[in-house]
C-alpha cells in the first residue's frame, strides 16, 4: 500500500507564492501522482498529476498558468510550485496516488493523504 505525506501549506497574502511537496512510498514504480484541493461548499477538484515515469502532467484550467507540478527527485517526491496566488486558491490539498494511468475524476484515486492547508489572505 503506498504512503503520501505532504508538507509545505501555510497563509500567504494574495499573489504570493507555496511550495507543496509529496514524499510517496511507490516513487520508484509508474503511478499517477495528484493533488485534489477541497474548500468548504465546495466540490473537490483535481487540480494537477504527473505521470512518474513518463512525466506527462495535466493542469486543471483554474490554476493553469500558475501552478507547475514536477518531480523532484533529490526528494523522491513530487512538488506543486504555486505561485500568484488568489483568495479562491484556499482550500485543503491532498496528496493523491493511484496506480497505472492518469484521471480528473477525484474517485479514480486511491490512496490520499491527510492534506496540507494553504490558506490566501490579506
Known amino acids: 500500500q503506498a504512503r503520501l505525506v505532504e508538507s509545505g501549506g501555510g497563509s500567504v497574502q494574495p499573489g504570493g507564492s507555496l511550495r507543496l511537496s509529496c514524499v510517496s512510498s511507490?516513487?520508484?514504480?509508474?503511478?499517477?501522482v495528484g493533488w485534489i484541493r477541497q474548500a468548504p461548499g465546495q466540490e473537490r477538484e483535481v487540480v494537477a498529476w504527473i505521470n512518474t515515469v513518463g512525466g506527462g502532467t495535466y493542469h486543471a484550467d483554474s490554476v493553469k498558468g500558475r501552478f507547475t507540478i514536477s518531480q523532484d527527485i533529490s526528494q523522491k517526491a513530487v512538488g506543486l510550485q504555486m505561485e500568484s496566488l488568489k483568495p479562491e486558491d484556499t482550500a485543503m490539498y491532498y496528496c493523491v496516488l493511484r496506480w497505472g494511468y492518469c484521471y480528473t475524476d477525484p474517485s479514480r484515486f486511491q490512496y490520499w493523504g491527510r492534506g496540507t492547508q494553504v490558506t490566501v489572505s490579506s
Open positions: 511507490a516513487y520508484s514504480y509508474r503511478t499517477c
